[in-house]
């Protein structure tokens, strides 16, 4: 009897080389704390959209997002959690979600972002920053800079499956992929 490990290990250069397929990020939630008003509130949205905008990913806005989901699913449509996200990112043809908070106290901003996967609803990477005794345009200018940020981390995320390796106890045992000798 075998057993196995199986090890989640970088994309090679070579997987890197190649041209990748334009993939579908939406804003899955775009949320604000205090007094934030809506035309700042429109800057923001904007920034993020702008800051996460590549040649690779098509960005679903916020807005977007919301309206096809109140046509399809009202429960979806009020997600919040990441027990609904993996439906979310299906219903909407995404492979990631973004959630955004912005929270103003006293000119304070505080901007928290995350990127979630898209299968499994799961956090994969998020960016927090704090912008001191701020007026909207420079917290926005942080808004875009962060999610710039996270774009670049989904462009490494994005670029190819993963290889696997696997190590079986004992050394020796035969591979088989799709019923196909992969090897030992």
Known sequence: MYSGVALLVAPTALAQS?????????IARLSFEGRIPEGSQALFAQRLVQGLSAARFEVLRDSDVQQRL??????????QDATCYPAMASALSASYLI????????KTYTL????????TGGVLASNRERCETCGAEEAGEKMG???????????????????????????GASVLMDGRQAGA
């Open 18 to 26: 190649e041209p990748a397929p334009t993939q579908r990020v939406a």
């Open 70 to 79: 109140a046509g399809a699913n009202q429960v979806l449509a009020t997600c």
């Open 99 to 106: 959630t955004a908070n912005v929270a103003e106290s006293n």
């Open 112 to 119: 928290v972002m995350e990127i979630i996967n898209g299968r």
């Open 145 to 171: 800079l962060a999610a710039s940020a996270l774009r670049e981390r989904l462009e490494v995320v994005s670029r190819a499956p993963a290889r696997l390796i696997i190590r079986s106890r004992p050394a």
